[in-house]
Protein backbone atom coordinates (compact mmCIF):
# COMPACT_ATOMS: atom_id res chain seq x y z
CA UNK A 1 0.00 0.00 0.00
CA UNK A 2 1.12 3.69 -0.56
CA UNK A 3 2.37 5.67 2.43
CA UNK A 4 4.01 8.93 2.59
CA UNK A 5 5.99 9.73 5.94
CA UNK A 6 7.09 12.99 6.83
CA UNK A 7 9.21 12.68 10.17
CA UNK A 8 9.21 16.39 11.29
CA UNK A 9 6.35 17.39 12.99
CA UNK A 10 7.23 20.92 13.58
CA UNK A 11 10.28 23.01 13.07
CA UNK A 12 11.02 26.27 13.87
CA UNK A 13 13.87 28.12 12.48
CA UNK A 14 15.05 31.93 12.64
CA UNK A 15 14.78 33.84 9.58
CA UNK A 16 17.12 33.79 6.77
CA UNK A 17 18.22 30.33 7.74
CA UNK A 18 17.76 27.09 5.07
CA UNK A 19 15.40 24.75 6.17
CA UNK A 20 14.98 21.51 4.83
CA UNK A 21 11.52 19.05 5.03
CA UNK A 22 11.85 15.28 4.82
CA UNK A 23 9.59 13.18 3.06
CA UNK A 24 9.74 9.41 2.40
CA UNK A 25 7.34 7.56 0.46
CA UNK A 26 6.28 3.45 -0.01
CA UNK A 27 4.53 2.44 -2.98
CA UNK A 28 4.15 -0.83 -4.95
CA UNK A 29 3.54 1.05 -8.41
CA UNK A 30 6.35 2.16 -10.85
CA UNK A 31 4.86 4.99 -12.30
CA UNK A 32 3.52 7.81 -9.83
CA UNK A 33 3.96 11.28 -9.14
CA UNK A 34 4.96 12.85 -6.35
CA UNK A 35 3.69 16.36 -4.69
CA UNK A 36 4.46 19.46 -2.75
CA UNK A 37 1.48 21.80 -1.59
CA UNK A 38 1.85 24.34 1.22
CA UNK A 39 -0.91 25.24 3.33
CA UNK A 40 -0.80 29.12 5.03
CA UNK A 41 -2.80 29.77 8.14
CA UNK A 42 -5.87 30.44 5.63
CA UNK A 43 -6.32 26.85 4.75
CA UNK A 44 -6.36 27.09 1.19
CA UNK A 45 -3.78 24.40 -0.28
CA UNK A 46 -0.66 25.84 -2.63
CA UNK A 47 1.02 23.90 -5.44
CA UNK A 48 4.22 23.54 -5.19
CA UNK A 49 5.63 21.26 -7.32
CA UNK A 50 4.67 17.97 -9.22
CA UNK A 51 7.74 15.08 -9.84
CA UNK A 52 6.92 12.14 -12.33
CA UNK A 53 8.47 8.52 -11.10
CA UNK A 54 11.16 9.17 -14.49
CA UNK A 55 12.39 12.49 -13.47
CA UNK A 56 15.13 12.17 -10.91
CA UNK A 57 16.76 16.00 -12.06
CA UNK A 58 16.90 18.46 -8.82
CA UNK A 59 14.71 20.90 -9.59
CA UNK A 60 15.25 24.94 -8.44
CA UNK A 61 12.83 27.42 -8.26
CA UNK A 62 13.89 30.87 -6.73
CA UNK A 63 14.17 30.11 -2.91
CA UNK A 64 12.83 26.19 -2.94
CA UNK A 65 14.65 23.20 -4.44
CA UNK A 66 13.66 19.98 -4.09
CA UNK A 67 15.73 16.39 -4.31
CA UNK A 68 14.29 13.09 -5.38
CA UNK A 69 16.19 10.41 -4.97
CA UNK A 70 14.61 6.60 -6.11
CA UNK A 71 17.05 4.63 -4.26
CA UNK A 72 16.11 5.77 -0.54
CA UNK A 73 12.42 7.01 -1.69
CA UNK A 74 12.44 10.21 -0.42
CA UNK A 75 11.60 13.88 -2.32
CA UNK A 76 12.98 15.81 -0.09
CA UNK A 77 12.28 20.15 0.53
CA UNK A 78 14.66 22.90 1.00
CA UNK A 79 14.14 26.19 1.49
CA UNK A 80 16.88 28.82 1.43
CA UNK A 81 16.83 31.92 3.28
CA UNK A 82 13.53 31.40 4.52
CA UNK A 83 11.08 34.02 5.40
CA UNK A 84 8.68 34.66 7.64
CA UNK A 85 6.09 34.17 4.92
CA UNK A 86 7.38 30.77 4.41
CA UNK A 87 5.44 30.13 7.96
CA UNK A 88 2.86 27.19 6.76
CA UNK A 89 2.01 23.39 6.93
CA UNK A 90 3.86 21.61 4.14
CA UNK A 91 2.41 18.69 2.89
CA UNK A 92 4.48 15.93 1.18
CA UNK A 93 1.43 13.76 -1.41
CA UNK A 94 1.82 10.87 -3.28
CA UNK A 95 -0.29 9.71 -6.76
CA UNK A 96 -0.92 5.78 -6.66
CA UNK A 97 -0.54 6.35 -10.22
CA UNK A 98 0.18 8.72 -13.44
CA UNK A 99 -3.85 9.17 -14.53
CA UNK A 100 -5.19 12.29 -14.25
CA UNK A 101 -8.06 11.05 -11.87
CA UNK A 102 -5.59 8.59 -9.33
CA UNK A 103 -5.95 9.35 -5.86
CA UNK A 104 -3.30 11.29 -4.18
CA UNK A 105 -2.11 10.11 -0.74
CA UNK A 106 -1.04 12.82 1.67
CA UNK A 107 1.36 12.55 4.37
CA UNK A 108 0.79 14.20 7.92
CA UNK A 109 2.95 17.22 7.15
CA UNK A 110 5.17 19.42 8.80
CA UNK A 111 4.61 22.96 10.13
CA UNK A 112 7.06 25.12 9.40
CA UNK A 113 7.86 28.17 11.90
CA UNK A 114 9.65 30.91 10.76
CA UNK A 115 11.43 33.41 13.55
CA UNK A 116 11.60 36.63 12.48
CA UNK B 1 -3.41 25.51 -13.06
CA UNK B 2 -6.80 25.05 -12.67
CA UNK B 3 -9.36 27.89 -10.27
CA UNK B 4 -11.38 25.90 -7.77
CA UNK B 5 -13.71 27.77 -5.55
CA UNK B 6 -16.11 26.58 -2.72
CA UNK B 7 -18.91 28.12 -1.34
CA UNK B 8 -19.61 28.84 1.81
CA UNK B 9 -16.19 29.52 3.19
CA UNK B 10 -17.61 28.94 6.40
CA UNK B 11 -20.41 27.84 8.13
CA UNK B 12 -21.89 27.24 11.94
CA UNK B 13 -25.11 25.06 11.74
CA UNK B 14 -27.33 23.58 15.09
CA UNK B 15 -26.46 19.62 15.36
CA UNK B 16 -29.38 17.48 13.39
CA UNK B 17 -29.48 20.02 10.27
CA UNK B 18 -28.07 19.68 6.83
CA UNK B 19 -25.16 21.39 5.14
CA UNK B 20 -24.47 21.80 1.38
CA UNK B 21 -21.27 22.91 0.21
CA UNK B 22 -20.27 23.87 -2.89
CA UNK B 23 -17.43 23.16 -5.24
CA UNK B 24 -16.81 25.07 -8.47
CA UNK B 25 -14.18 24.08 -11.38
CA UNK B 26 -14.06 28.22 -12.97
CA UNK B 27 -11.42 27.04 -15.70
CA UNK B 28 -11.85 23.69 -16.83
CA UNK B 29 -14.51 21.10 -17.17
CA UNK B 30 -13.96 18.54 -14.17
CA UNK B 31 -15.07 15.05 -15.07
CA UNK B 32 -13.60 14.21 -11.42
CA UNK B 33 -13.65 16.08 -8.39
CA UNK B 34 -12.57 14.49 -5.12
CA UNK B 35 -13.40 15.75 -1.35
CA UNK B 36 -11.41 15.52 1.47
CA UNK B 37 -11.84 16.26 5.23
CA UNK B 38 -9.04 17.92 7.80
CA UNK B 39 -9.15 18.27 11.25
CA UNK B 40 -7.35 20.41 13.26
CA UNK B 41 -3.67 19.88 12.87
CA UNK B 42 -4.36 16.94 10.99
CA UNK B 43 -3.47 16.14 7.26
CA UNK B 44 -6.24 15.93 4.70
CA UNK B 45 -8.38 12.20 4.11
CA UNK B 46 -9.89 12.00 1.25
CA UNK B 47 -13.61 10.80 1.61
CA UNK B 48 -14.94 10.63 -1.92
CA UNK B 49 -14.31 10.33 -5.55
CA UNK B 50 -16.90 12.59 -7.39
CA UNK B 51 -17.56 11.46 -11.15
CA UNK B 52 -19.66 13.92 -12.88
CA UNK B 53 -23.06 12.18 -14.10
CA UNK B 54 -22.61 9.19 -12.03
CA UNK B 55 -22.43 7.85 -8.26
CA UNK B 56 -19.49 9.20 -5.53
CA UNK B 57 -17.34 6.47 -4.99
CA UNK B 58 -16.55 6.51 -1.07
CA UNK B 59 -13.68 5.57 0.82
CA UNK B 60 -13.53 3.10 3.44
CA UNK B 61 -15.52 3.79 6.22
CA UNK B 62 -17.00 7.13 5.08
CA UNK B 63 -20.92 7.18 5.52
CA UNK B 64 -22.20 7.84 1.83
CA UNK B 65 -25.59 8.31 3.65
CA UNK B 66 -24.46 10.84 5.72
CA UNK B 67 -22.28 12.55 3.35
CA UNK B 68 -24.18 12.79 -0.06
CA UNK B 69 -22.25 14.07 -2.86
CA UNK B 70 -23.47 15.29 -6.21
CA UNK B 71 -21.54 15.93 -9.42
CA UNK B 72 -24.49 17.42 -11.54
CA UNK B 73 -22.15 19.12 -14.10
CA UNK B 74 -18.51 19.26 -15.43
CA UNK B 75 -18.34 22.36 -13.00
CA UNK B 76 -19.88 21.83 -9.93
CA UNK B 77 -19.93 19.28 -7.20
CA UNK B 78 -21.86 19.15 -4.01
CA UNK B 79 -21.57 17.55 -0.74
CA UNK B 80 -24.09 18.01 1.90
CA UNK B 81 -23.50 16.53 5.37
CA UNK B 82 -26.69 15.27 6.34
CA UNK B 83 -28.41 15.70 10.58
CA UNK B 84 -24.70 17.22 11.01
CA UNK B 85 -23.58 16.33 14.68
CA UNK B 86 -20.25 18.51 16.53
CA UNK B 87 -18.20 15.63 15.22
CA UNK B 88 -18.62 16.46 12.01
CA UNK B 89 -17.00 19.66 12.51
CA UNK B 90 -14.29 19.74 10.31
CA UNK B 91 -12.32 21.64 7.04
CA UNK B 92 -14.17 20.14 3.81
CA UNK B 93 -11.85 20.63 0.82
CA UNK B 94 -12.42 19.96 -2.36
CA UNK B 95 -9.98 19.32 -5.44
CA UNK B 96 -9.94 18.98 -9.42
CA UNK B 97 -7.16 17.22 -11.66
CA UNK B 98 -6.47 19.89 -13.79
CA UNK B 99 -5.06 19.52 -17.48
CA UNK B 100 -1.94 18.92 -16.52
CA UNK B 101 -2.26 15.97 -14.18
CA UNK B 102 -2.04 18.00 -10.95
CA UNK B 103 -4.61 18.31 -8.24
CA UNK B 104 -6.12 21.88 -7.91
CA UNK B 105 -7.90 22.53 -4.32
CA UNK B 106 -10.64 25.09 -3.67
CA UNK B 107 -10.12 27.27 -0.45
CA UNK B 108 -11.84 25.02 1.82
CA UNK B 109 -15.24 25.02 4.27
CA UNK B 110 -14.93 25.44 7.20
CA UNK B 111 -18.17 23.78 9.42
CA UNK B 112 -18.63 24.15 12.68
CA UNK B 113 -21.62 22.24 14.18
CA UNK B 114 -22.41 23.32 17.67
Known amino acids: AQKVTQAQTEISVVEKEDVTLDCVYETRDTTYYLFWYKQPPSGELVFLIRRNSFDEQNEISGRYSWNFQKSTSSFNFTITASQVVDSAVYFC?????????????FGKGTRLHILP | GAVVSQHPSWVICKSGTSVKIECRSL??????MFWYRQFPKQSLMLMATSNEGSKATYEQGVEKDKFLINHASLTLSTLTVTSAHPEDSSFYICSISGGDDTQYFGPGTRLTVL
Open chain 1, 93 to 105: ALSEGMNRDDKII
Open chain 2, 27 to 32: DFQATT
